[in-house]
């Protein structure tokens, strides 16, 4: 299958990014090309980027860079995952701090098709402030998959991130 769609999977430092090979893999399968960006939390999760570089063909990016050796393909949309609390609401006040909420921030600009699939639990999501930021997010046309169909916080507990949806994020994806 030929990929023509360029897609930016923003990682965020929670359990589920040890499994994100699984949102990659499947996204690719779906007809993605797939660029990794991770906040820089979320760089120290992930044990070796060499390995996403080479499943993806391109760079994974943590960081501000410079010059031709820091450029992606232009993003057709963003699938930000795992989401987590702090993320969403730096991205919702358009905090650009890092690569990775840049390229959520600007993708708003452009009207980019993106999705967040948080991850987080009951305690975090019944802040008050959350349910405004995502409320704000879907109102600027972010589809952001949290309850049915999506990711749903859980009580406070080591979580078992087998059951992350990943699967429904890909599907979730524009054709």
Not at 110 to 115: D, F, M, S, V, Y
Not at 127 to 137: D, E, N, Q, T, Y
């Amino acid at each position: 299958m030929t990929t023509t769609r360029t897609l930016y999977v923003i990682g965020c430092a929670a359990p589920p990014l040890d499994r994100l090979d699984v949102g990659v893999r499947l996204a690719q399968d779906a007809g993605w090309r797939v660029c990794v960006l991770l906040t820089p939390a979320a760089r120290r999760w992930v044990g070796d980027p060499e390995e996403l570089r080479e499943r993806t063909g391109a760079q994974v990016r943590w960081e501000y860079g410079t010059g031709a050796d820091d450029a992606l393909p232009a993003p057709d949309a963003l699938l930000a995952a795992p989401l987590t609390v702090n993320s969403l609401a730096r991205w919702a006040c358009a905090m650009c701090d890092s690569r990775a909420l840049l390229a959520l921030t600007e993708g708003l600009g452009r009207g980019l098709p993106t999705l967040a699939l948080p991850y987080f639990n009951e305690a975090l999501a019944a802040h008050p402030a959350v349910a405004r930021h995502v409320a704000f997010l879907r109102e600027a046309g972010v589809r952001v998959l949290l309850g049915e169909g999506g990711f749903v916080p859980h009580p406070p507990r080591e979580d078992d991130v087998a059951a992350y949806p990943w699967q429904a994020a890909v599907d979730a994806l524009p054709r």
